[in-house]
């Protein structure tokens, strides 16, 4: 294990989460290859390794070899189990489940073009699906993955944007598969909860970034550590003034199990930093990380990406105050936590 991910894990452990409700439970884990769903994989076989909790990982995944490269330092544990099979057919375990977490989706722009149909499955049928068993096990909880495209097109007085507040999806453009697919799974699990009372909760992360982001995502921010790690100069595709907010995935961790594990049913929580900054200042943060390598930011808004659809959204950041009742809040600075990502691939 890498020390960067290391590192992290230890300061997941450390935080103020009730461990002990872990303890000789089952966690199935849908979409456990991805990026955000890895690192709650990490985490919980960790907290065996440090704490002795017996806890069981039911890793769902659809590309088995991927799954055994990815998780290959931990090969013959009995501890985590993989489940090969596309989430949007029906699932059938013999042995119990405590908590379901359902992180199954293509979360990257270069899909939704190239697999719209794709992107809107997993948040749709596969949602049902795992709702399904989840009612069918009695589960403690679980948890759903939205995302913080569900606010669409927000006026600027709404940012930052509540829980309660939406913009404008236009449901005739392609790029609207994941966010109208993840509204349409917020709503499942809203109904399931309402009509069979099932503890579904759901988090909506914005840009999380960190240790293991696929360097070929598709992403901009994405695009710019790769951009570090091969020793290229930072190519900006637009004018860069655009705002998102940016959380290292330690962080987002620590959230996305503090609502598995203290949110209320049937609500939604915001995770990330309440920190606007701009894809210039970003791209000029990232580039400035390591003066040594001597690399720029230059602009060329003529590049196109392939199938990456892009965004109209011009402002976005989310209102914490909900998840913050709850005891959480980001700690990692955007200098920080992209350094350690670098690191991690450097």
């Not at 997941?12 to 769903?37: D, M, Q, R």
């Not at 982001?213 to 550590?225: Q, T, Y």
């Not at 003034?241 to 620590?254: K, N």
Request: one cysteine or more.
């Amino acid at each position: 294990m890498h020390k960067i991910i290391k590192e992290d894990l230890d300061y997941i452990l450390n935080s103020n989460l009730a461990w002990e409700k872990f303890k000789n439970a089952t966690i199935l884990i849908s979409g456990a290859n991805g990026f955000l769903p890895s690192y709650l994989v990490e985490t919980f076989l960790y907290l065996n390794d440090k704490q002795n909790r017996n806890t069981k990982v039911i890793a769902l995944v659809r590309n088995k070899e991927k799954a055994l490269s990815i998780f290959s330092h931990h090969k013959n544990r009995a501890d985590l189990e993989f489940i090969v099979q596309d989430v949007c057919k029906p699932i059938k375990l013999e042995q119990n489940v405590d908590f379901i977490i359902h992180a199954a989706s293509q979360a990257s722009p270069k899909y939704y073009g190239s697999d719209p149909v794709g992107t809107m499955n997993a948040n749709i049928l596969g949602t049902n699906n795992l709702l399904e068993l989840a009612k069918e096990k009695q589960v403690k909880s679980f948890l759903f993955f939205s995302s913080g495209e569900v606010y669409g097109e927000v006026n600027d007085s709404l940012i930052p944007t509540k829980e309660t507040y939406y913009g404008y999806v236009n449901p005739l453009s392609v790029r609207s598969c994941y966010a109208e697919s993840k509204k349409a799974g917020e709503t499942l699990c809203v109904s399931w909860h309402h009509q069979y009372n099932i503890p579904a909760k759901i988090v909506r992360p914005f840009h999380t970034y960190g240790p293991g982001i696929s360097l070929d995502d598709g992403r901009v921010f994405a695009d710019f550590i790769a951009d570090i790690v091969h020793n290229r100069n930072i190519i900006m595709k637009s004018d860069g003034s655009s705002t998102r907010a940016f959380c290292y995935i330690a962080d987002a961790t620590i959230g996305f199990l503090t609502v598995l594990l203290n949110g209320k049913n049937g609500e939604a929580y915001n995770v990330s930093i309440d920190k606007e900054t701009s894809i210039m200042e970003l791209a000029e943060t990232i580039a400035g990380l390591f003066p040594e390598k001597g690399l720029k930011v230059i602009k060329d808004e003529s590049l196109q990406s392939g199938t990456y659809v892009k965004s109209n959204l011009v402002r976005c950041c989310p209102d914490i105050s909900k998840i913050k009742t709850l005891g959480w809040k980001p700690e990692t600075t955007i200098d920080e936590g992209f350094k350690r990502t670098l690191l991690s691939f450097l």
